[in-house]
């Protein structure tokens, strides 16, 4: 298991941007898939973007396809969403996660990562 802190939420404009940060632990970071996710009160925590070890390949949900680009650090045991041209229905509480799958075998969904953050909260206002 690996311990997952996100930073990096707040309130911005429609068009803004944010950087959202996740500090993990552990030595074995480098070895993990690493996703991003979101939720809103009431729905499905939702599939965001995926990052593979190394950080060559990389993979988006449609709704953010182009807006959004995730990074990874492993030299700092982090992971990085930064997030432009927000719109108001990107407001969410946004999580880290860790997946120990293998990239070519992953799916994009919450049951595939089993080390979750805490969350960070994104809001954007119209």
């Known amino acids: 298991q690996v311990q997952l802190v996100e930073s990096g939420g707040g309130l911005v404009q429609a068009g803004g941007s944010l950087r959202l940060s996740c500090a993990a632990s552990?030595?074995?970071?480098?070895?993990?898939?690493m996703g991003w996710f979101r939720q809103t009160p009431g729905k499905e925590r939702e599939f965001v973007a995926a990052?593979?070890?190394?950080?060559?390949?990389?993979y988006y949900a449609d709704s953010v396809k182009g807006r959004f680009t995730i990074s990874r650090d492993n030299a700092k045991n982090t992971v990085y969403l930064q997030t432009d041209s927000l719109k108001p229905e990107d407001t969410a509480v946004y999580y880290c996660?860790?997946?120990?799958?293998?990239?070519?075998?992953?799916?994009?969904?919450?049951?595939?990562?089993?080390?979750w953050g805490q969350g960070t909260q994104v809001t954007v206002s119209s």
């Open positions: 552990g030595r074995t970071f480098r070895t993990y898939v």
């Open positions: 996660a860790a997946s120990s799958s293998r990239w070519n075998l992953i799916t994009p969904s919450v049951a595939a990562f089993s080390s």
């Open positions: 990052i593979n070890w190394n950080g060559d390949s990389t």
